[in-house]
T-cell receptor, first 116, second 113 residues
Framework: NAGVMQNPRHLVRRRGQEARLRCSPM?????VYWYRQLPEEGLKFMVY????????ESGMPKERFSAEFPKEGPSILRIQQVVRGDSAAYFC??????????????FGSGTRLTVV | TQLLEQSPQFLSIQEGENLTVYCNSS?????LQWYRQEPGEGPVLLVT?????EVKKLKRLTFQFGDARKDSSLHITAAQPGDTGLYLC?????????????FGKGTKLSVKP
C-alpha cells in the first residue's frame, strides 16, 4: 500500500510562472491537508480538503493560491504568478473518513519549489 | 494566537549521551504529536499524547505530556547517530478544523559517532 505520493519532488519556476503541485493520498483516504515549510520556519497549515470540497482554507494566502481535490485524481495545489517568497517545501498529508487527529498524520515527501 | 515553542533550537551531542527537548505553550492543547523529519523528506509521526500527565515510551524515546496539557517533552536515552534529525511537536489549532495543526519550529539534533 503506497504512502502519500507527491510530485514533482523538485520544481523550478521563473517569477511570474504557474506552479502545480500534485498529491495522491493513500488508498482509501478521502481527506487531504497541505502544509508549507519555509526555510528556517516550522510547517504552516494551508488548506484541508475532502473530495470536491474545501473544509478549511484559513491558512491559504488570499491571492494567487488555490487548491482542489476532484472526485477522481490527485489533489492539486496551484500557485499563479509565483514570486521568490513562494520558494518553500510543500507537504501534503491524507487521512481516511473515519479518523481523528489523535491518530496523527502521514505526510508525503514533499515538493521543493524554487522560484528563480 | 496559539504558539508552540521548542527548545533548544539546536543540539549537538556524542553517541551514548542522553538528551531532552521541550515543547511549550501558554495554550491548552487537546493533544500533541511528535514528528521526526530528515533532510529532503516529510515529517514522520513518532507519537501522539492525549491525556494530561501521559507518558509514552518508544524504545529509547520517552514522551511526556504536561499535566495541564500545555507542554510536552521528549527524552532520548543513549542517543545514536540514527536519531539525528529535526524533531517537531504539533497540536491542533483551537477553534480550527481537525486538519489545522500548529507546529513548533523544531529542534535540530545531531548525534556524532
Amino acid at each position: 500500500n503506497a504512502g502519500v505520493m507527491q510530485n514533482p519532488r523538485h520544481l523550478v519556476r521563473r517569477r511570474g510562472q504557474e506552479a502545480r503541485l500534485r498529491c495522491s493520498p493513500m488508498k482509501g483516504h478521502s481527506h487531504v491537508y497541505w502544509y508549507r515549510q519555509l526555510p528556517e520556519e516550522g510547517l504552516k497549515f494551508m488548506v484541508y480538503l475532502q473530495k470536491e470540497n474545501i473544509i478549511d482554507e484559513s491558512g491559504m494566502p488570499k491571492e494567487r493560491f488555490s487548491a482542489e481535490f476532484p472526485k477522481e485524481g490527485p489533489s492539486i495545489l496551484r500557485i499563479q504568478q509565483v514570486v521568490r517568497g513562494d520558494s518553500a517545501a510543500y507537504f501534503c498529508a491524507s487521512s481516511p473518513q473515519t479518523w481523528t487527529v489523535n491518530y496523527g498524520y502521514t505526510f508525503g515527501s514533499g515538493t521543493r519549489l524554487t522560484v528563480v | 494566537t496559539q504558539l508552540l515553542e521548542q527548545s533548544p533550537q539546536f543540539l549537538s551531542i556524542q553517541e551514548g549521551e542522553n538528551l531532552t527537548v521541550y515543547c511549550n505553550s501558554s495554550s491548552v492543547f487537546s493533544s500533541l504529536q511528535w514528528y521526526r523529519q530528515e533532510p529532503g523528506e516529510g515529517p514522520v509521526l513518532l507519537v501522539t499524547v492525549v491525556t494530561g500527565g501521559e507518558v509514552k515510551k518508544l524504545k529509547r524515546l520517552t514522551f511526556q505530556f504536561g499535566d495541564a496539557r500545555k507542554d510536552s517533552s521528549l527524552h532520548i536515552t543513549a542517543a545514536q547517530p540514527g536519531d539525528t534529525g529535526l524533531y517537531l511537536c504539533a497540536g491542533v489549532n483551537y477553534g480550527g478544523s481537525q486538519g489545522n495543526l500548529i507546529f513548533g519550529k523544531g529542534t535540530k539534533l545531531s548525534v556524532k559517532p
